[in-house]
């Protein structure tokens, strides 16, 4: 399996087609570490993008999650230097921010119509489907066997502007902390049990309705205690990163770090 690409980082064309092997790599746990992590960004990602540099225009940002890894200051050096900027990303929100998922579900609901389509069409006229016809489901187009027509899945889910959209969505095109408002990302109080957010407001306003009927199921004799329910709260005190009246502080509303439970963002964490 090979990867052909044929387009810079900057999205100018290349003199000619590259061709790269595809590539996989594994430790003895069978998972990711912070060696894996940067033997894959050398060996797969950079090779894709040849022209990056630590210039405008040129300059890389790379996405990743919260795993092992992250904190590698040297990785990050060494990457910050060649123009390419990791961006981790805030610890259990990969279903909120993978901006490819949020493709996904219609790319699949247009495949299934289209299969419903042509099965159809295909059955009324005694033939079947075979593996061929795959390409048929994903790109649309005329079934000459059956005389319908298909919807371009492909183009629907991954055009332009639906992938500017997800990515809006997602907070990553223009970067911003959206997801830290979404009701699908995991909320919790802070290490006093204040609320910080929106999501963490409403967190502990369930919590004070569930003690209430508790103590009122209690009252009347039942076990009130078997339903009480606390609002999740951060399990240790995060560390100042900033001193009062620091020009730093009016930097954090921008791109942070987020791994730990520290939150940094990339001008203290160089």
């Known amino acids: 399996m090979e990867l052909l690409t044929s387009q810079t980082a900057t999205g100018e064309e290349c003199d000619e087609t590259q061709v790269l092997p595809t590539t996989f790599g594994l430790n003895e746990k069978g998972g990711m570490n912070a060696l894996e992590l940067d033997k894959h960004i050398k060996k797969a990602i950079l ?6 540099a630590d210039m405008p225009g040129k300059r890389v940002l790379l996405k990743v999650d919260s ?32 901006e490819t998922d949020q493709n996904c579900w219609l790319h699949k609901s247009v ?5 419903r389509m042509l099965s159809e069409a295909r059955q009324a006229k005694r033939k079947t489907l075979t ?63 204040n609320a ?17 009927h508790c103590e ?4 009347h004799g039942c076990c009130g205690s078997a339903l ?6 951060m399990k240790k005190k995060l560390a100042a990163v900033t001193v009062p009246q620091s020009k730093n502080v009016s ?3 921008k791109l942070f770090h987020a791994t730990g439970g520290q939150h940094l963002n990339s001008d203290e964490f160089f």
Do not use: Y
């Open 47 to 52: 090779p894709l993008h040849p022209d990056v």
């Open 228 to 233: 009480s329910k606390q609002a999740p709260k």
């Open 67 to 98: 795993g092992p890894g992250r904190m590698n200051v040297e990785m990050l050096a060494n990457l910050r230097l060649q123009g390419v900027c990791i961006a981790p990303g805030v610890p259990n929100t990969t279903h909120v921010t993978q």
């Open 216 to 219: 009122v199921l209690t009252t």
């Open 131 to 193: 593996v061929s016809d795959l390409p048929l489901l994903v790109f649309g187009g005329c079934d000459c066997i059956a005389k319908c027509r298909l919807s371009n899945a492909f183009e629907r889910a991954f055009s332009q502007e639906r992938n500017l959209a997800c990515w809006k969505k997602c907070g990553a095109v223009p970067l911003a902390r959206l997801l830290l408002q979404s009701p699908q990302a995991r909320h919790e109080l802070t290490f006093e049990g």
């Open 111 to 115: 495949c299934r119509s289209n299969l």
């Open 251 to 253: 930097k954090q509303s």
């Open 196 to 212: 910080e957010s929106k999501e963490a407001h409403r967190l502990k306003e369930i919590a004070a309705l569930n003690r209430f």
